[in-house]
Each structure stands twice: as structure tokens, then as C-alpha cells.
């Protein structure tokens, strides 16, 4: 399976503790996004790297979040003391970018991460 | 930063009619305007993408139509099936790459 991964699909935690979530992007993509969706919604954009650096991150990304790509490749997000408003759908998404003078936009999602935060 | 609105929320459609989403966005520097699928359970699916420079595209049953000027797209699917029953997304980049998201309409294909 060549598209974008994520582990776990399901996470069921209760308030106050740490979860991670990590995504693997297509190969080769070196753009990789992070979006939240809770019911009834469409996603949220919450922060994306190109390559290893983080170049954008939403106001909705409070200080408990943080996301990283060390090597470029695969990406964790980890959330601190959850609260249930943290419930919800995290997605990951990745791109091609930018090769050469063309810049390519198509983001292809992966399954989601559901969290529930008891 | 950029607001896109999606109507309706929810369609009701005769298997074999077509069906039609209509979103607006804000931003006038957006410049790509994507399309996503979402069944239940699943992560969305990209099924067709118009760019600025372009007024209309078509794959098959699914058609999207783009109006610069009032900052309209449409999403079109025609000669419908219960398989096309789903979540359907409108989404539009700024140039910041990150995309925003209707609110989504449920198609239903009534077989």
C-alpha cells in the first residue's frame, strides 16, 4: 500500500494524559499536514512541515501540541494533558510540493486517528 | 484568512439524476480548489481539482466548474449511484498551502 498511513486508527485515553499519533507520508512527498475534523465538520488545517521543518502552525495548535518530522520522512503529533475537547478526527495529509518550477498542490489523506479523551 | 462556505448540507438524490454542491470562498488569491470524498470511518478521499487558470474540468460522471470572478465553484455528478452516497468537501488554497474546508454536504442516492 503506497498511500499515506496512520497508527493507531483508534485511541481512547482519559483526561490529562499524553497520547502520540504518528503518520507516514507517500514517499517522496515532502510536504506533510496535520488537520483535526470533529463531527460534522470539515478539517481543520493545524500545522505542516516541509521536509524536516515546520513552516506553518494554526492558532488552534495550543502549547499542549507539538508535531514533529525528524528526518523528513514519517511525523508524530503528540498532545499533552488531553481534555475532551481534544476529541476528534486527526488526519494527516501529504504532497508532492514543490519540484522545480512547479509547485504541486493535490494533498492525499490518510484514514485518521480517532481520539476520544474520556 | 480564507472562509469557504458549502451548500447545501445535506442532498437527496434519485439513483441515475444528478446531483449539484455549490461553495464560495473569500480569498481572492486562492488558486486551487479541490474536491474530497469521505465515507464513514475514512479519511478524505481527493476525487477532482480545478485550478485558477482553468474554468472547467471533467473525469467521467464528476465535473467541477469554477467562476473567478463571483468566487463560485460547483462540484457536479451526474447519472448517480448509491455508491456516490458520501460526504462530499469543497476546499480552497491560499497561498499559504494549507487548505480550508466547507462544511461538507451528505449525499444520499436513493436507489
Known amino acids: 500500500d503506497t498511500g499515506v498511513s496512520q497508527d493507531p486508527r483508534h485511541k481512547i485515553t482519559k483526561r490529562g494524559q499524553n497520547v502520540t499519533f504518528r503518520c507516514d507520508p507517500i514517499?517522496?512527498?515532502?510536504?506533510l499536514y496535520w488537520y483535526r475534523q470533529t463531527l460534522g465538520q470539515g478539517p481543520e488545517f493545524l500545522t505542516y512541515f516541509q521536509n524536516e521543518a515546520q513552516l506553518e502552525k494554526s492558532r488552534l495548535l495550543s502549547d499542549r501540541f507539538s508535531a514533529e518530522r525528524p528526518k523528513g520522512s514519517f511525523s508524530t503529533l503528540e498532545i499533552q494533558r488531553t481534555e475532551q475537547g481534544d476529541s476528534a478526527m486527526y488526519l494527516c495529509a501529504s504532497s508532492l510540493g514543490t519540484s522545480g518550477r512547479y509547485s504541486y498542490n493535490e494533498q492525499f489523506f490518510g484514514p485518521g486517528t480517532r481520539l476520544t479523551v474520556l | 484568512g480564507e472562509n469557504v462556505e458549502q451548500h447545501p448540507s445535506t442532498l437527496s438524490v434519485q439513483e441515475g439524476d444528478s446531483a449539484v454542491i455549490k461553495c464560495t470562498y473569500s480569498d481572492s488569491a486562492s488558486n486551487y480548489f479541490p474536491w474530497y470524498k469521505q465515507e464513514l470511518g475514512k479519511g478524505p478521499q481527493l476525487i477532482i481539482d480545478i485550478r485558477s487558470n482553468v474554468g472547467e474540468k471533467k473525469d467521467q460522471r464528476i465535473a467541477v466548474t469554477l467562476n473567478k470572478t463571483a468566487k463560485h465553484f460547483s462540484l457536479h455528478i451526474t447519472e448517480t449511484q448509491p455508491e456516490d452516497s458520501a460526504v462530499y468537501f469543497c476546499a480552497a488554497i491560499t497561498g499559504a498551502n494549507n487548505l480550508f474546508f466547507g462544511t461538507g454536504t451528505r449525499l444520499t442516492v436513493i436507489p
Open positions: 514517499s517522496e512527498h515532502n510536504r
